[in-house]
């Protein structure tokens, strides 16, 4: 019959007789996010004959059991890649072709973007005003689970990339501190996948100011009209990650049919349905696109290609915005007043505390602020404790008070450091019997050599007899003025810290440096 | 392949399932070709063409990477399938190809020598090969960063022949290092001022793997030429040891060479394959500044450009790097099916014509170089013709244990062909 049509009338009639030639069936799994894609996979079998069943599974790494999938349809293989890199696989990657693109942004309320807007010079935002936004209470945000979702997971990424600051990819020295406490404290939604993110965002639209997601699920939850009022996207200055949803072939045999679906998404046409319908951005250069499509979506910034850099900062972030309040960490300051802190110094330490209050206007002081929910202790000391202070912030009127409490301490004679420390790992201990467990560490900033109270062998055996988890509280000493360095560098080994030298930059650069240090 | 099918509490099999011989000796569209081609028996008789409807057409396995552009193309896949030959395309990078399992392929074809070299090694008997065409490793820009570097006295402008603004820049890799060695960031070398909008990211080239790509490779042996003094590492013998140097007899050379070009690729943190792809996107720009890729990709661009759009795509512009490097991919067949594609890739003028037109640099007898073709066909369709860098220096690649050594140190990659033992 087909024969018969074909030699009858020709060409024309070829695509009819091949449609139900070769009917074949690939088992896919993929990202929940491309739901979006399915209803136009009916055209691609009556093109080519090859049916996708698409199981949606969240997994940033497609870890689990692959063995019955033949092709895999992620958001990014860059997990993946990794993870076959950490268990030292042989470079056998699978084929995988790029099919569309998407970079991960900010959508923000109306109303936050233009209050956020107006703080920054130019008006154009970044992660680092979103982290100080977050960090001070006026920013609540949403964001997929990042040990479980690849939009999470390239978030994070991104995030923690602009906190380095560096221009390139994270290595292992940029993520030994945590610098994303601050933009951390303002999650306050969460899903294991960005679908479940958008639903719950969708029910509980009050629960958050922001969502941190991929542009293409941003303006298709605008174009729903699911919301109050859309979200206004933004593509941070300090640079994006981009996705590409690659799709893979994980079963050699079906390389065939790979290739024709390949060929099939590449298509203009396809590429064209494909972004009308998902707002992604298509991967050729000759489908014509909408305006909103057209927005400059800023540097791509580079992915770390260490597992153990990735796997550090998804231990540090931790799961936040499970509608609990994000637990701060609590840090307790150790601060020289004796009387060779007058002036210069005495005027660095307070600007430092207000950088860390808020004042500082670069990138990395915006990461490092103090932030909502964090535990502050400061305790000043010349030749003994003089005055402690201990607040939760809450809200700017704490750092107030804890800013006039520096700024209006008065100064003693001598120098106590090792009483002070004492003290200091005091304060630790009666903390962590209350919550234990809590993330602490100690800030030991002095410009002079002891002379008073303890001596450091009396300090040493004291330190001794606290309990294990006392004990294991780090200390970051501040070597100022003339502080005993080799003194400072002994304690910063012996607790598992670290020296940072506030001579040669200043004490708000020194302090910055050793936030999120634990 | 039912007998491949884990159960599902089995540990994640990470690596791609063997592809199966199960391929489709007659393509459908061939199937469906049939009766037309009966259809037309008659006229063809009666024409004399010396097509042979009935004729088999055979597919052929080919694992390849950025040369599949040129099987892609559907006019080759004409004049292939005129000669009863289809090739069924398996993406790969060159050296991924090296150091994979061959089964089930009948030609390989890496884009280059390194890569050519190690899979010939490997075969038991002796090949038919054909080295078609060449074409230099070049890094791809847009007009801002190449303004920039330019204003940083690093690249230079190839005279553009009617005044108008030049798409192709010499670029000194020994300055370009030094800029990507003293951390600079594009912003640091005001790349602001050339542009609205700046970038805070350091002077760095995206490359795709070294462990992987033909591409990443050249290009170590290009960095590795340039911070060895210009010669190729492995080769010193004869080099003057400044007198009271460190280096001892016992010192490696080459895994000196290595260590110092090391940063300079890791700096990007993870690679990314289809360099090209990016970068000829729209959002090319934003994903990679500078990206490595070969610069017949990019002559295929600016000709389809002006086809289709009437003029050149001046934001995109290429820097040919001092000292330059050629490649030369190598088409290997590994059965009589492969040899039947070599022997056609060497006779067939047609299809040596059109890689021309795909942008390669093709030798013909009675020529001297490999470029008078290409030039013509680049003047024919109004694309400015790059001209040869002043500076002459070639790289000479280290010698295929020494890039190897390179590679694997910089790259950290992984054992060679395990997965052949299965």
Not at chain 1, 123 to 129: E, T
Not at chain 2, 24 to 41: D, K, S
Not at chain 2, 269 to 296: N, T
Request: proline fraction near 6%; aromatic fraction near 6%.
């Amino acid at each position: 019959m087909c024969l018969l049509l074909a030699t009858a009338l020709a060409a024309t009639t070829l695509g009819a007789c091949t449609k139900d030639k070769d009917h074949r069936t690939l088992r896919v799994l993929a990202s929940p996010e491309l739901a979006d894609v399915e209803p136009l996979l009916k055209g691609l079998e009556d093109d080519t004959g090859v049916e996708l069943k698409l199981d949606y599974k969240a997994t940033a790494d497609l870890s689990g059991p692959l063995g019955s999938y033949d092709l895999a349809w992620p958001a990014s293989d860059r997990s993946y890649l990794l993870r076959l890199q950490e268990r030292g696989e042989r470079a056998a990657r699978p084929e995988s072709t790029a099919i569309m693109r998407s970079p991960v942004v900010v959508g923000l309320t109306p109303a936050v973007a233009d209050r956020l807007r107006r703080g920054v010079p130019g008006g154009r935002l970044s992660w680092a005003d979103i982290a100080d936004a977050a960090a001070d209470g006026t920013l609540r945000f949403g964001m997929a689970d990042p040990r479980r979702s690849d939009t999470g997971r390239a978030a994070l990424v991104g995030v923690a990339t602009a906190a380095a600051g560096t221009g390139g990819a994270l290595r292992t020295q940029d993520v030994s501190c945590d610098r994303l406490r601050g933009f951390r404290s303002g999650q306050t939604l969460t899903g294991a996948s960005s679908r479940e993110l958008i639903d719950g965002y969708v029910r509980r639209q009050s629960a958050a100011d922001a969502l941190i997601a991929h542009e293409s699920e941003l303006l298709t939850l605008n174009a729903a009209g699911k919301l109050k009022q859309p979200l206004e996207i933004v593509h941070p200055e300090d640079g994006m990650v981009l996705s590409d949803f690659p799709l893979m072939l994980l079963d050699g045999g079906e390389h065939e049919a790979y290739r024709e679906v390949v060929d099939w998404l590449r298509r203009d046409d396809v590429q064209k349905k494909l972004m009308e319908r998902t707002w992604r951005r298509p991967v050729g250069q000759d489908v014509p696109r909408p305006a909103k499509l057209r927005a400059e979506i800023g540097n791509a910034l580079s992915y770390p290609d260490q597992p153990a850099v990735v796997q550090r900062l998804m231990e540090n972030y931790g799961a936040p915005g499970n509608g609990r309040a994000a637990a701060g960490d609590h840090v307790v300051f150790l601060l020289d007043f004796s009387t060779s802190m007058r002036g210069r110094r005495m005027a660095d330490l307070r600007a430092a505390f207000a950088d860390l209050s808020g004042a500082d206007p670069t990138a990395a002081g915006k990461f490092a602020r103090f932030y909502r929910g964090e535990r502050l202790t400061v305790v000043r000391f010349a030749g003994r404790v003089l005055q402690e202070r201990t607040v939760t912030v809450r809200g700017d009127g704490d750092l107030r008070a804890l800013n006039s409490f520096v700024g209006k301490g008065k100064f003693g004679d001598d120098t106590a450091v090792w009483s002070a420390l004492g003290r200091g790992y005091d304060i630790a201990a009666d903390a962590l019997a209350d919550r234990p467990g809590h993330p602490l560490s100690i800030v030991l900033m002095t410009d002079g050599e002891n002379n008073a109270g303890l001596s450091y062998g009396q300090f040493g055996r004291r330190h001794a007899e606290l309990g294990t988890a006392a004990r294991a509280v780090p200390t970051f000493p501040v070597h100022f003025g003339e502080a005993d360095a080799k003194a400072l560098r002994r304690v910063a080994d012996a607790t598992g810290g670290r020296v940072v030298d506030a001579n040669s930059s200043s004490l708000s650069q020194a302090f910055k440096e050793i936030r999120g240090c634990r | 392949m039912p007998e491949d099918r884990r159960p599902p509490t089995e540990e994640p099999r990470l690596t791609t399932r063997r592809p199966a011989r199960r391929r489709h000796r007659y393509p459908r569209h061939v199937v469906a070709a049939m009766p037309l081609a009966l259809a037309g028996l008659l006229a063809l008789m009666v024409s004399g063409n010396t097509l042979r409807p009935f004729e088999r057409v055979t597919t052929i396995d080919g694992k390849m990477a950025s040369k599949s552009d040129y099987f892609k193309d559907p006019e080759v896949q004409r004049l292939l399938l005129k000669h009863g030959i289809r090739v069924d395309i398996h993406r790969l990078g060159s050296r991924g190809i090296a150091t994979q399992s061959l089964r089930g392929m009948d030609v390989v074809f890496p884009s280059g020598q390194p890569a050519a070299k190690l899979i010939t090694r490997q075969q038991q008997r002796s090949v038919r090969t054909a080295r078609p065409f060449v074409t230099p490793l070049v890094l791809g820009t847009f007009r801002d960063y190449a303004k920039t570097l330019v204003a940083a006295g690093v690249a230079r402008p190839q005279q553009a022949p009617d005044g108008g603004e030049t798409l192709y820049y010499d670029l000194d890799m020994k300055k370009f290092l030094k800029l990507i060695e003293d951390q600079k960031t594009w912003n640091g070398i005001d790349f602001d001022e050339h542009t609205r909008r700046g970038n805070a990211g350091r002077v760095l080239v995206r490359t795709s793997s070294v462990c992987e790509s033909n591409s990443a490779g050249t290009y170590l042996s290009i960095l590795a030429f340039v911070k060895n003094g210009n010669q190729a590492p492995g080769t010193e013998r004869g080099r003057h040891q400044p007198a009271g140097s460190g280096s001892g007899p016992a010192a490696d050379p080459v895994l000196d060479v290595a260590q110092q070009v090391k940063p300079l690729i890791n700096l990007q943190g993870m690679a990314a394959d289809e360099q090209a792809d990016s970068y000829f996107s729209d959002e090319g720009e934003s994903i990679a500044p500078v990206s490595l890729i070969y610069e017949h990709q990019f002559l295929k661009h600016q000709v389809d450009h002006q086809k289709k759009r009437g003029k050149q795509d001046s934001r995109r512009v290429l820097l040919y790097p001092s000292p330059h490097a050629l490649t030369e991919p190598e088409l290997i067949s590994l059965g009589e099916r492969g040899d039947r594609l070599t022997e056609l890739m060497e006779s067939d003028a047609a299809l040596r014509r059109r890689a021309i037109e795909l942008g390669f640099r093709v030798r013909f007898s009675g020529e001297d170089g490999t470029s008078e073709q290409l030039n013509a066909y680049l003047r024919e369709h109004e694309v400015q013709v790059p001209t040869p860098n002043p500076d002459q220096t070639k790289v000479d690649a280290p010698d295929l244990n020494a890039l190897e050594r390179i590679i694997n140190h910089v790259g950290s990659c992984p054992p060679a062909g395990q997965d052949d033992g299965e």
